[in-house]
């Protein structure tokens, strides 16, 4: 009797925690159409093979390179792992997370987050965070993320945060249930409309200059990461003026390259270089670069990587090809379709046309 009664009760509480459970995946955004920046961590973990390049960092990143044009015009393999507002520490602790898989041979950060020393909000927490596989990694940044009104409970159970959604599910919601669709390309967000740049609002007067003590700390330990694992660092400002980097942050990161034998590339100062027209090449009035804009900036910087580190070619190896091949498809795929889109509606209407400012 006594065993039929156990068996009995862990039956309920399976069947209540697979209840649950299924609630939870209902009930947590799917990031598919709209705001698809909440999908871009989680895509990370559905790659088949290794990359020797990793993009780390905000909008900056996802927005502004094309890894598909790595690969095409360099045989590079690369990956951004981005995300919207992605604060220094959590880039620390996705680097942390992806050296669980693999270990690149170069890390690109972008040093726009600096300017941020403390968390800053729930929902873009959230987009950088529900993504990760649960690990130390993922554990510690909660911790480091959270803003005074969140808790750590409801990271470990997210059916606790989203529990109120019921009103808010769409078709979106059920039918990626138990699967999604891929928003990026190798991290990539692709965008082919095009709105010029016109101008920006001149840069607020600040009351002090520093970038703070604990943004520049993770990016020490970004730095000792990456030295403790034999890989090369390389801080970067993408070529993007707004959010305005400021001439006192720039000096600061100069100095920290020198005093940590680290490349610093201020793109901004380099566009006319890359060839990047901002009339062109920018989809939302100059904030990010559009697909060409993203092609012309990773060709510029691929001929960078393969000039100066021991990168491997990779588009004659018949399993690297294959894959690749896989994602250069859906890229043209996507490219054609949403240029389809502004031919018949002069806007875009398919996923992501909507996105946030990263």
């Known amino acids: 009797m006594k065993r039929k009664a156990f068996l009995s009760g862990l039956a309920v509480f399976l069947a209540l925690a697979a209840v649950l459970w299924l609630c939870q995946r209902l009930l947590m955004p799917k990031y598919q159409t709209g705001i698809v920046e909440g999908s871009m961590v989680e895509e990370y973990y559905r790659e088949e093979l290794p990359h020797e390049v990793l993009f780390i960092g905000d909008c900056e990143v996802y927005e502004n390179f094309s890894p598909i044009t790595l690969w095409e015009n360099y045989g590079v393999t690369s990956y951004i ?14 680097l942390e997370d992806a050296l669980r898989y693999e270990t690149p041979k170069v890390v690109v950060f972008n040093v726009l987050a600096l300017k941020y020393n403390s968390p800053q909000s729930e929902a873009y927490n959230r987009m950088s965070l529900d993504g990760m596989r649960w690990s130390a990694s993922k554990a510690a940044a909660i911790r480091a993320s959270m803003t005074e009104d969140e808790s750590f409970v409801d990271y470990v159970f997210p059916l606790l945060r989203y529990h109120a959604r019921w009103s808010e599910l769409t078709g979106d919601d059920f039918k990626h249930l138990f699967s999604k669709d891929l928003v990026t390309h190798a991290g990539y ?31 020490d330990k970004i730095t000792a990461l990456c030295k403790e694992n034999g890989i090369a660092l390389i801080l970067i400002k993408a070529p993007t003026e707004y959010p305005h980097w400021y001439d006192e942050w720039d000096a600061q990161i100069v100095d920290y390259a020198e005093e940590n034998g680290l490349p610093y590339f201020n793109y901004i100062q380099l ?7 901002m009339t062109t090449d920018t989809y939302d009035a100059g904030l990010h670069l559009n697909t060409q804009g993203a092609e012309k900036m990773a060709d510029y910087f691929g001929r960078y990587l393969t000039e ?46 909507n996105a946030i400012e990263g």
């Open 271 to 277: 566009r006319d270089e890359i060839g990047l027209d």
């Open 189 to 219: 967000y692709m965008r082919v409309d095009v709105k010029p740049q016109t101008g920006f609002p001149p840069p607020m007067v600040l009351p002090d200059y520093t970038l703070g003590e604990n943004a520049m700390g993770y990016l």
């Open 308 to 353: 100066t580190y021991d990168l491997t070619d990779y588009r004659n190896d018949e399993r690297y090809a294959a894959v690749w091949a896989e994602k250069v498809r859906y890229y043209n795929d996507m490219k054609e379709q949403q240029y389809a889109e502004l031919a018949e509606y002069g806007h875009l209407v398919s996923f992501g046309a």
């Open 81 to 94: 792992r981005g995300s919207a507002q992605q604060l220094v520490w959590q880039s620390y602790y996705l």
